[in-house]
């Protein structure tokens, strides 16, 4: 909906997030993570676009999963793949 209004499930909004972490992803960069907060973010709020009234709290969700998602890539342990030369 143009108006920030919540999305019906059927309309345009991806249902995936990408993996950020290794092997599945190399050289994640913030936009990238920003990128998974923002859909993430969506997906639960039901917005694409929020409401100028709601653009304050969708915008701390997105900096908090995103501040979130980096803790989480910074902090797991994955085992090393081993490539091939």
């Keep these: 909906m143009e108006d920030g209004g919540a999305m019906p499930y059927r309309h345009a ?15 994640v ?8 907060a923002l859909q993430y973010v ?5 917005f ?6 709601n ?4 915008d701390r969700a997105v900096d908090a ?6 803790v989480l890539l910074r902090d797991l342990h994955v085992p090393q793949t081993s490539r091939r030369p």
Excluded: H, N, W
């Design 13 to 27: 909004m991806c249902r995936s997030i990408k993996t950020l972490r290794e092997p599945y992803a190399s050289d």
């Design 29 to 36: 960069t913030d936009e990238d993570v920003r990128a998974a």
């Design 42 to 46: 969506r997906k639960l709020s039901g």
């Design 48 to 53: 694409r676009s929020p409401s100028a009234r």
């Design 55 to 58: 653009a304050e709290a969708f």
């Design 65 to 70: 999963v995103a501040a979130a998602t980096q």
